[in-house]
């Protein structure tokens, strides 16, 4: 498989020919990756990645003929996860998101590009927060 390297200069991002297939990596400026996808006939396929200029994971998923597929994590530029999406084959998906230290504090469903439902929990994670601060 075919694998193309370029620096993206000037952060607006670096895309490959309509019908690529290979692997596609990107690299910040200062040499450190900046992503790593697999294309085939132009479309994403594979596990998608993509680095903060520091070197952490920024985002990590999986897709299937250019759709997103599965979970997919974002992690913050210090290396914390702080959200994480599941795509269904129906076209739709659900959004968790993390506080610092961990701890689940909402939660949304889409269909059709447009929020159903959502949950949140910031009263206990503030709370538990407040207490890893204050009560140690």
Same mark, same amino acid.
């Given at each position: 498989?075919?694998?193309?390297?370029?620096?993206?200069?000037?952060?607006?991002?670096?895309?490959?020919? =309509?019908?690529?297939?290979?692997?596609?990596?990107?690299?910040?400026?200062?040499?450190? @990756?900046?992503?790593?996808?697999?294309?085939?006939?132009?479309?994403?396929?594979?596990?998608?990645?993509?680095?903060?200029?520091?070197?952490?994971?920024? =985002?990590?998923? =999986?897709?299937?003929?250019?759709?997103?597929?599965?979970?997919?994590?974002?992690?913050?530029?210090?290396?914390?996860? !702080?959200?994480?999406?599941?795509?269904?084959?129906?076209?739709?998906?659900?959004?968790?998101?993390?506080?610092?230290?961990?701890?689940?504090?909402? @939660?949304?469903?889409?269909?059709?590009?447009?929020?159903?439902?959502?949950?949140?929990?910031?009263?206990?994670?503030?709370?538990? @927060?407040?207490?890893?601060? !204050?009560?140690?």
């Amino acid at each position: 498989m075919e694998l193309t390297k370029v620096v993206d200069e000037h952060g607006f991002g670096c895309y490959p020919p =309509q019908d690529y297939t290979g692997i596609w990596e990107v690299y910040w400026p200062n040499g450190v @990756i900046k992503s790593r996808n697999r294309y085939i006939d132009g479309k994403e396929e594979g596990e998608q990645l993509c680095f903060w200029d520091n070197g952490n994971l920024a =985002q990590v998923g =999986q897709a299937k003929n250019g759709h997103c597929i599965g979970l997919w994590e974002d992690f913050s530029y210090e290396g914390l996860r !702080f959200k994480e999406t599941d795509y269904y084959s129906d076209g739709n998906f659900q959004n968790r998101f993390y506080d610092p230290i961990g701890n689940l504090y909402s @939660i949304s469903e889409w269909s059709n590009d447009r929020p159903r439902k959502a949950k949140n929990f910031f009263v206990n994670t503030y709370l538990k @927060i407040w207490r890893l601060i !204050f009560y140690r």
